[in-house]
């Protein structure tokens, strides 16, 4: 009958919707919340600070190992385990 018929459109109406309202929702809890970025964000940069602060300290211990190497020195070298 008509009225099945309008019942069945109406049935598959309200299920696309409920299918998108779901794909939107789930793509809405994908989002990253702002904050969340920001942090991560000062966590990447002061990482990269600390990493450029050791990598300094390297270099600089790297160039006067060097130096003692040039002038012949002899170097008794002992690093913490």
């Given at each position: 009958t008509a009225i099945e018929g309008?019942?069945?459109?109406?049935?598959?109406?309200?299920?696309?919707t409920e299918t998108i309202?779901?794909?939107?929702?789930?793509?809405?809890?994908?989002?990253?919340?702002?904050?969340?970025?920001?942090?991560?964000?000062?966590?990447?940069?002061?990482?990269?600070?600390?990493t450029n602060f050791v990598n300094g300290i390297i270099a600089n211990q790297l160039q006067l190992l060097k130096k003692h190497e040039e002038n012949g020195d002899k170097l008794n070298l002992v690093f913490p385990v």
């Open positions: 309008d019942n069945k459109k109406l049935s598959n109406q309200i299920t696309s309202l779901q794909q939107t929702k789930d793509q809405l809890l994908q989002k990253a919340d702002k904050s969340v970025v920001d942090q991560a964000n000062n966590i990447i940069t002061f990482t990269n600070a600390k």
